[in-house]
């Protein structure tokens, strides 16, 4: 029986193959749906499927009557790993999930299929470039990145919106979100000992580990659609300015423009998972203060600037526990901003060097 995607439960089976833009089907004939199934399906905006039988609770015949998806009341429960305070953040986790099956599929021995990833991701890409101010409160709420999938979607995220503050046109913006999804593809070629692994990688492991960034060159060189200086880019998304990166040891001269950008999402995220807090505004600070010769200050100032700007209005805790509002971002030190606070008094975080921003409110 024809079924709309919205109404899928964890249970049912398909009884046709399901395709995407790919000659290869998105989904087999026999596969007894779950959760992170029914997100995928949703992720690549298939609108109805085929199967055999629908799990209780769910009308049958949903694709004739439109008005069952009018009444029919919410679920209690949410699917998401994530409360969903907007579409956004509901399209986001969708892409988490749908991420997680390519790269098992990757694990699998599966090449990229660039098509069906594309068609996946692009619609967050496209609703991030629409609505920009999402990024700062789902940065304010989410934190720390969780996994690997999150951690991807995430760095497509931040290069996307870099790409567009640098204006790069449309078509460039959703090429350099989509490098950064696919940066880390590689690590799909890790043993899966050492994928989730805590501890620093050392000796053997460390070697495995960086190995990864050829790994994410090689699955993805001669893609359709994929620019040359995109893949480029993601295979320098872990060099330095300095030299001391890898895979390939090369200084700034050497590094592409794309290339360095990734560099400073990718850092970016490094210092959010290591801030205890998921403090955003510090993971800014941290890396401003620690990337000293390592990634380009032009570039970095420029990212910390234009994502500093989308936190204008929000309020915020100072350290020396007194309330404002950010009102205006300087561009030589866009992690100290001038702050109005609740006494009227106006503030400036770079005169005033022993106060921070301690959290949101």
Known sequence: MMVKTETLKAGCKLTKDVYSKSVKPLMKAGTVLNA?????????????VEVDRLMPGIVKNPVEKKEVRETAKPSKKSSEPKPSFSPLDQKYWQSVKAYQVFFANWQSGASVSIGDFRSAMMPLIMDLVEDPMWLASFLVRHGRVENLADR??????????????????????????????????????????????????????RALYERHAVDSYKMLKGLQTLKNETVIAVVQHH?????????????????????????????????????????????????????????SRYLLDK????????????????????????T??????????????????????????????????
């Open 152 to 205: 991807s979607v995430t760095f497509g995220l931040l290069s996307a919106f870099f790409a567009k503050r640098s204006n790069y046109s449309t078509g460039d913006t959703v090429q350099f979100g989509l490098a950064g999804m696919l940066a880390d593809c590689g690590l799909s070629k890790l043993p899966p000992s050492l994928l989730n692994k805590k501890d620093a990688y050392v000796g053997s492991e």
């Open 36 to 48: 992170t199934h029914i997100a995928f399906l949703k992720a690549f905006l298939i609108e109805q």
């Open 328 to 361: 205006f971002i300087p561009t030589k030190e866009p992690t100290r901003p001038m702050i109005h606070l609740a006494n009227n008094e106006v503030i400036s975080l770079a005169e005033n060097r022993n106060v921070t921003i301690e959290r949101f409110m």
């Open 239 to 295: 060099e330095r300015e300095d030299g001391s990166g890898f895979p390939l040891n090369i200084k700034g001269d050497q590094l592409s423009l794309n290339g360095k950008m990734l560099m400073i999402c990718d850092s970016f995220l490094d210092h959010m998972s290591k801030s205890r807090s998921g403090n955003v505004l510090s993971a800014l600070d941290t890396l401003r203060e620690f990337s000293y010769g390592k990634l």
């Open 303 to 326: 990212f910390c600037y234009e994502l500093m700007t989308l936190f204008i209005g929000m309020t915020i805790q100072l350290s020396d526990e007194q309330t404002g509002e950010i």
